[in-house]
């Protein structure tokens, strides 16, 4: 999977490109308006993530530029304008997603995946981690071939998991992934913990190992125990 | 008053009092002139008398066709004038209608004997000269005062008139737009001096308002990317696997911190924009409906707080709201009824076609509740309250002439929202 980041400071496109690279992806970065120009005429990505705000450009035109290029490349808009315009425009002109910064790297890369899986394979993949078995088009979790039942906010918290496997997650990044950015986190962090305690009681019902690891003032990892 | 009745009101008041001046002095100099001519005659007349008496030592008295006027009468004590000048009046004697005289007085001794002599002329004539000259005087006159004052307020009505021009097109000018200010080039200097300087103001107001603007922006944009840079590192950071508790309490605090710049940096801006009405697209809204919509939408939150929510709405409570800034209306409104309630208690929705409230139970407020809608007014001191969202409320309800209420009855905080005329 070939990804694209153009975004004009440098240390947040070093940050996004590292933890991109670890998950698998190679992983390019464009810094300005006529670097990204020349990369994706040059060459073939299954995602770009582009900021809005270039020194010598706007992202809008190298969206429209890419989907006349290669229509089915996914894009991701990271935005520091949180404006209700910007996101209509750009999913007019065919954006999948955006993100207003600052964003949690973990949502981000939840979001690539998501939106590769939809790109790719129409959704019709299934995700696999040891023993468990998750197919997202009917929004089914299996747990050794054994249908498991979850509800909404668990699923949600099941698969923002497997996508971020092996990395530690901020309470907070966990509570704007389920509620968004509306919620009060002091409350959140408290629903957070009893929704992760659910699903970890039904994944162990089910026979499945202990996945999930809390970490001590940050938040919670999944992997391998 | 109007720059042109002022004028006219002025220069009406002061040639009118121009034109009595003058007529009255020109009334009086042909008076003058006059009564000198009819003097000086009856001076005459007063010699040719003497003259008379001298050679014939005699009077013959009272020729009838002369109407009295030469009257003698003799008098025992001769009173010591020379002569004296008199206006007199005298009987007509067919229509019995006084006639004014002008009468010289002297005495001449006749035979030896003081006798008392009048000479009188009749001013009818005269009179009637005043008259005319004095009517046609006041007709010039007048006509002159009408025909000036016609021309001087059509003369200052055209003057005037880029004025007025400029005036009507400054009127018109709008911030907002992005059309600049066009003014004509008059060709009286003052005025077109005039124009100049205001069309160079408005040109710097609109720059002015568009740096701001652009300020808002940009702020956003340069604040939030190194705060994303911030949050991305941390979140590098924190993967780290031999983390000691300390950093690790450290790390979670300037992620707390990045976040909460964050949030405060996004609430300003949303401030600013409101007061710069940077939202354009008002639409009508029904705001209980989108709050029913929003209390739906945190049944979780609502659940896990053990909040019970009680809906009453009669009628739909509809407003004029860019879409955006009624979804920040409710959404604070709720966040702030689910914030500061209390275990088990309550949030109430009441709307009727006129008014909307929102009640919720909760402790007693620590704070003056007059500085609630305060900027940074926090009743909680927790690290995720910025303070901003009651302010954000207020600043949404002044600037599209909404009024909100706060009142508390018995431990029930109840905000209510009613249009403004």
Redesign the interface.
Known sequence: MKVLVVEDEQGLAESITDYMVKDGYICETAATFRDAEEKIHLYTYDCVIVDLTLPDGNGFQIIEMLKRLIATTGVIIISARNALEDKLKGLEIGSDDYLTKPFHLSELNARVKSLLRRRQFGGHTEIRFQEIVVVPQTRKVFVNGQLTMLSRKEYDLLLYFLSNVDVALTKASIAEHLWGDNIDSADSFDMVYSHIKNLRRKLLEKGAADYVQSIYGIGYKFSQP | MKLLTKTNQIYLTFSLVIYLLTGLAFYQIIRLLIYDEVESRLKVERRDFETYVRTHNAWTSAPYFVENKIEVRPVSKRVPIAEAFKDTLIQNRYDNELIPFRQLTFYEPIHGVVHRVSIRKSLIQTYRLIEVISIAMVLFLGLLLLGMFWFQRKLSGRLWLPFYDTLSRIKQFDLNNDTSLLLSKPEITEFNELNDVLQKMAAKMQQDFRSLKEFT?NA??????????????V??L??TEQLT?TQ??W??SI?QA??RI?RLN?GLLLLAKIENRQFSDTQSVDLSALLTEKLTDME??LS??QLSVEVQTTAPFDVQLP??LADSLV?NLV?NA??HNQPNGRIELTSTADQLCLSNTGGQLTSDPERLFERFKKEST?P??VGLGLAIVRQICDSYSLHIAYRETGGIHEFCISRIG
Do not use: C
């Open positions: 922006e956003s944009h340069e604040m939030q990317t190194p705060l994303a840079l911030i949050n991305a590192k979140e590098q924190i993967q508790e690790t309490n790390i979670e992620y990045s976040r964050s996004q979780e939150v896990f707080k879409a955006s959404t966040n689910i914030k927790g995720d309250s």
